[in-house]
């Protein structure tokens, strides 16, 4: 544990005592403060390489992910939030129920783009792409199984959380997503001050995991 | 062959909310408690705000709820696929580690919808295909133990009608009288809900801070809430959140009379040749057990207590425990969530801090708070706006004139994702006589058991609410200055962490399963504690009425103990 007594007080009131407390209700639980780990996320997030999806369906992906969250005025988008990375670990791991139908629909995808519009999707100019995506979401697109606003819709979904989810799970690289929305980031507290309405709070810009409560190596 | 292990007094299975409260009487009382969890012990670091392991992977529920996730069908004639969506999770302390904690007493009349609407409104009011009971129980049996639970767990709130001292407009001024205050006052107002209920005074109406399971104060050695915004579908890594493994269950373990053993799935009830229950028979790490016990308490939410009554069959009980008369399964109910949300164009709302149960109310088209002449619809819903809009949502609650995705979409969520609000409510649906829970014929779960096949429906009664509540939703918003409202259409959410009915209470063995008691009709010495007790539903939450209904029961098994015991 690097956070110190002292440091843990003055955050949320707490004694040493009460987290004693705390713990006990935990049943044989150690004391674990709730303050920093040492090294921040960043070092999380260089890692990661490409996992579930063969590399041409990653590029297909990538484009796809480009157009539904683009690099754009509004600020970074898909591409530097590393939503594919989460896609990827996601679909490694957790859903690799659906690595199967990412592989089909990236496949059905690429066809019917060539099909319609003459090329494979990553190679069609953006405002073209947008239509593609517009057909997949409409359900207008051939060839998806079972039709291709569920693979539209799948991915859309996992594209938001990539964007907004924690980066501890691959995605929203550098807080990109969460300061598109003006989330702070993780906090262990709020005041009574940060919940008035208006009040604008500087980012965090910390992961859940930067909390030694939160770290599996601090926490149990 | 099942090991037999030492007869104990009482067993439960299920450390969830209900048996999780049940167990601290009884241990109290000095009965010697054996409490059998299917999941396991949690610690804070397991509790990691993080949106991808508890809302979209339940990761909780992996123990045992994620493999056996019910079907789901809309009538009698179709065919049921597997549920949508995460609900119940297992560990010591159940569902109650992972809910919000709104925690609500129900309004009287919610005890006596059918013989209170036959009054007020005539019985063709009551939908034909509706099978309306009256509990066993009303709100002044449970009053006692409604206080108890609020003291022994702790409860934030203000109350509104308090015995003796008539109405107090600063707490919710429809509810049931209450025998004292809270123990603690309501959880912080924040700007946001502050802005509601400014909204609603204008309006004329009568805004309240809703009651949470979550302490607003130190109490009895636990912390106040930090406020820290990921409580709903995760646990509260400070203890703040009134869960059962926080309160009641460590308070009983103190005793010295009750044994949990975790990780242990109960797989039957076994009955002697008069049908009285024996104990319950688990498995733990692949081996099998029988817990031989004078008691047995089961409270293992509203599905596995269906599916284990239904699958405990022997030459005392062919169709199952409680279902000589077809009852176990009947009569299902759940809530339909329904928001409507509205656009503060250039205000910073903050919702993403705070808590789920920190919100205004509105109590004033609940229950028969209101006159329904000529509306068509009976019950009615509590309103809300609450805190804890975490990221996901933030980034995805748009309107349907804004495109879904792309530039357009991006820059509407960077200029408005923290200036929308909503107003929520728990749509409650009548017990009709179609929706009921049985045993999915093909479906099974990791064992080779069949899952829980959910066949359920909402009608008229509930769309015809919803058009009434809707207008009021958007005036609510208005007023408080949304310049855009919009809203899905509401749906049936068959698959429910509210879900009410399979076990009815009722005075009569024909139509119903279990007694005032909670004590199984023609198996005296087997109680049933969860929602799936409950004859009707109402529009709150129910954790708290089913942890006081397991108080009363507890209460009733160590005082007529012998009796029970048989
Ligand atoms: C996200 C979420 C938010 C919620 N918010 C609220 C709220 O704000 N207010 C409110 O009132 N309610 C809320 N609820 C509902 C609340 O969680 C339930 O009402 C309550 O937990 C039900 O209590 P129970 O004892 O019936 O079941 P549970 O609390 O689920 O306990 C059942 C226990 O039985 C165990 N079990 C299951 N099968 C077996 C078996 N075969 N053998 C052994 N053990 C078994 C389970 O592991 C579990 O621990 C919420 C629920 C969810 C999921």
């Known amino acids: ?220 | 062959m099942a090991t037999k292990l030492k007869k104990t007094d009482v067993v439960i299975i299920g450390m969830g909310a209900g048996g999780g409260t049940a167990a601290l009487p009884l241990a109290r009382a000095g009965a010697k408690i054996i409490g059998l969890e299917a999941g396991g012990r949690y610690t804070p670091t397991d509790f990691i705000a993080d949106e991808i392991r508890h809302d979209v992977l339940n990761w909780l529920g992996r123990a045992k709820a994620n493999w056996e996730v019910p079907t789901v069908r809309s009538s009698p004639d179709g065919v049921a696929e597997k549920g949508q969506g995460i609900i119940m999770m297992n560990g010591v302390g159940g569902s109650s580690i992972h809910y919000t904690g709104q925690s609500w007493r129900l309004s009287p009349y919610n005890f006596k919808e059918r013989s209170e609407t036959i009054r007020r409104y005539g019985a063709s009011a009551i939908p034909a295909d509706v099978a309306l009971a009256d509990w066993p129980v009303q709100y002044d049996d449970l009053e006692p133990h409604y206080d108890h639970v609020e003291r022994e767990i702790g409860i934030s709130g203000k109350a509104g009608r308090i015995k003796g001292v008539g109405k107090d407009s600063r707490g919710n001024v429809f509810e049931g009288v209450r025998r004292r205050e809270y123990p603690m006052p309501p959880l912080r107002n924040s700007g946001w809900t502050d802005l509601m209920a400014g909204a609603a005074r204008k309006l004329d109406w009568h805004p309240f801070p809703g009651p949470a399971a979550i302490l607003s104060r130190e109490y009895k050695q636990r912390p106040a809430c930090d406020y820290h915004g990921f409580c709903t579908f995760n646990g509260c890594h400070t203890t703040a959140k009134s869960s059962t493994c926080f309160t009641t269950i460590p308070e009983a373990e103190a005793t010295g009379n009750l044994k949990i053993v975790t990780r242990a799935r109960a797989t039957r009830i076994e009955t002697d040749s008069a049908g009285r229950a024996t104990g319950v028979t688990y498995v733990r790490g692949g081996q099998e057990f029988f817990q031989p016990a004078d008691v047995v308490i089961l409270s293992t939410y509203t599905y596995e207590n269906v599916r284990l009554l239904l699958m405990s069959t022997s030459a005392a009980h062919p169709n199952g425990i409680g279902n000589a008369h077809d009852q176990v399964g009947r009569y299902y109910m759940a809530h339909s969530y329904y928001t409507v949300n509205g656009l503060f164009p250039g205000e910073r709302l903050n919702r993403y801090s705070g808590t789920g149960a920190q919100q205004t109310c509105l109590d004033m088209w609940d229950a028969d708070n209101f006159d329904h002449t000529g509306l068509g619809f009976i019950g009615g819903g509590t309103l809300s706006a609450s805190m804890e809009n975490k990221p996901m949502a933030m980034a995805t609650t748009t309107p349907p004139d804004v495109p879904r995705w792309g530039s357009a979409w991006k820059a509407w969520v960077k200029a408005n994702a923290n200036s929308v609000g909503g107003a929520f409510v728990q749509v409650p649906s009548m017990p009709y006589v179609d929706n009921r829970l049985d045993l999915d014929p093909t479906h099974k779960d990791q064992y080779g058991q069949p899952v829980i096949r959910i066949t359920f429906r909402i009608g008229d009664n509930e769309q015809r609410l919803v058009d009434f509540l809707t207008p009021k939703m958007e005036a609510w918003l208005k007023t408080a200055g949304a310049t855009q409202t919009w809203h899905d259409p509401v749906y049936p959410l068959a698959l429910n962490s509210h879900a009410f009915g399979g076990t009815r209470m009722g005075a009569d063995p024909a139509s119903s399963v279990v007694d005032k008691w909670m004590m199984v009709h023609d198996v005296p010495n087997l109680a049933v504690l969860s929602g799936s007790t409950f004859p009707s539903t109402s529009s709150k939450n129910p954790t708290q009425t089913i942890e006081a209904l397991s108080w009363r029961t507890a209460e009733y098994i160590t005082r007529h103990f012998n009796a029970v015991k048989g």
């Not at chain 1, 935990?26 to 070092?43: D, H, K, N, Q, R």
């Not at chain 1, 796809?64 to 990375?85: F, K, M």
């Not at chain 1, 996601?90 to 783009?113: I, R, T, W």
């Not at chain 1, 606003?149 to 959380?161: G, I, N, P, W, Y």
């Open chain 1, 1 to 220: 544990m690097e956070a110190k007594e002292s440091d843990e007080g003055p955050r949320t009131g707490l004694r040493r005592r009460d987290l004693l407390r705390r713990a006990g209700a935990f049943g044989a639980l150690v004391a674990v403060p709730a303050g920093l780990v040492a090294a921040p996320a960043v070092a999380a997030e260089e890692r990661g390489e490409v996992r579930a999806l063969a590399a041409t369906e990653a590029g297909t992906l990538n484009a796809v992910l480009n157009r539904l969250i683009p690099s754009d005025a509004s600020g970074p988008g898909a591409t530097e939030a590393q939503v594919a990375r989460y896609i990827d670990r996601a679909l490694a791991g957790p859903f690799s129920d659906a690595a199967p139908a990412y592989a089909a629909g990236l496949a059905a995808l690429d066809d019917y783009a060539a099909a319609q519009y003459g090329a494979a999707f990553a190679a069609l100019p953006p405002a073209t792409q947008d239509l593609v995506l517009g057909d997949l979401e409409a359900k207008r697109a051939t060839g998806f199984v079972p039709d291709s606003s569920a693979f539209f819709e799948m991915v859309r979904m996992h594209a938001l959380q990539g964007m907004f989810s924690d980066p501890v799970r691959g995605g929203n690289a550098k807080f990109a997503g969460w300061d598109l929305i003006g989330y702070p980031g993780i906090r262990m507290d709020y005041s009574a001050h940060d919940q008035r309405l208006g009040v604008k709070l500087k980012p965090a810009h910390h992961s859940a995991a930067d909390f030694n409560i939160f770290n599996p190596k601090h926490g149990a």
